[in-house]
T-cell receptor, first 114, second 114 residues
Framework: AQSVAQPEDQVNVAEGNPLTVKCTYS??????LFWYVQYPNRGLQFLLK??????LVKGSYGFEAEFNKSQTSFHLKKPSALVSDSALYFC????????????FGQGTELSVKP | DAGVTQSPTHLIKTRGQHVTLRCSPI?????VSWYQQVLGQGPQFIFQ???????GRGNFPDRFSARQFPNYSSELNVNALLLGDSALYLC?????????????FGDGTRLSIL
């Protein structure tokens, strides 16, 4: 079965420290991977994607993600967290040759404290 | 430029009723997808449309239906509403619905079933 797992329901980080939000996936074929962020009472905002090429992908607001094929992971990272980064983060995979369907993880609540 | 717009923002219905949710994609985008997000979970794929044709369907009962109009806007219809249909319904658009394209989400319609 195709799936995405975000093993941490919540991640707590102090402002200025690096942050990592974890994501692993299970899908047949080469996956297309995405990260989205959701603020309260809002829709999802696209952060970054991995399609092919360099394993380190840079995205919006200083976020980046590292694709690791052998570990089937796509962890989201930021070198220095801001209080305004506090939100719900979703990892998603688009299985190869299945059109536009996105499979989402259950989400990770990121809390950045001053 | 306007993003994806959805209407209404909130809706309260009772069991057994039907509901129609509306979505206008980003200008120039020809593909629309619908997702259901139950509280505390990641979005679940319902439908994708491109050029008025259904491109994909998720694991939802036949009570759920959708269509896309010549101007690329879309409607999601749900009949015989159940308590479990209470959720945030998200619409997303992309240029052609291709696998490599990120989907851009609206802020959703919050549907509550009493």
């Amino acid at each position: 079965a195709q799936s995405v797992a975000q093993p941490e329901d919540q991640v707590n980080v102090a402002e200025g420290n690096p942050l990592t939000v974890k994501c692993t996936y299970s899908v047949s074929g080469n996956p297309y991977l995405f990260w989205y962020v959701q603020y309260p009472n809002r829709g999802l905002q696209f952060l970054l994607k991995y399609i092919t090429g360099d394993n380190l992908v840079k995205g919006s607001y200083g976020f980046e993600a590292e694709f690791n094929k052998s570990q089937t992971s796509f962890h989201l990272k930021k070198p220095s967290a801001l209080v305004s980064d506090s939100a719900l983060y979703f990892c998603a995979v688009r299985p190869y040759n299945q059109g536009g369907k996105l499979i989402f993880g259950q989400g990770t609540e990121l809390s950045v404290k001053p | 430029d306007a993003g994806v717009t959805q209407s209404p923002t909130h809706l309260i219905k009772t069991r057994g009723q039907h509901v129609t949710l509306r979505c206008s994609p980003i200008s120039g985008h020809k593909s629309v997808s619908w997702y259901q997000q139950v509280l505390g979970q990641g979005p679940q794929f319902i439908f994708q449309y491109y050029e008025k044709e259904e491109r994909g369907r998720g694991n939802f009962p036949d009570r759920f239906s959708a269509r896309q109009f010549p101007n690329y806007s879309s409607e999601l219809n749900v009949n015989a509403l159940l308590l479990g249909d209470s959720a945030l319904y998200l619409c997303a658009s992309s240029l052609t619905g291709g696998e490599r394209q990120p989907q851009h989400f609206g802020d959703g319609t919050r549907l509550s079933i009493l």
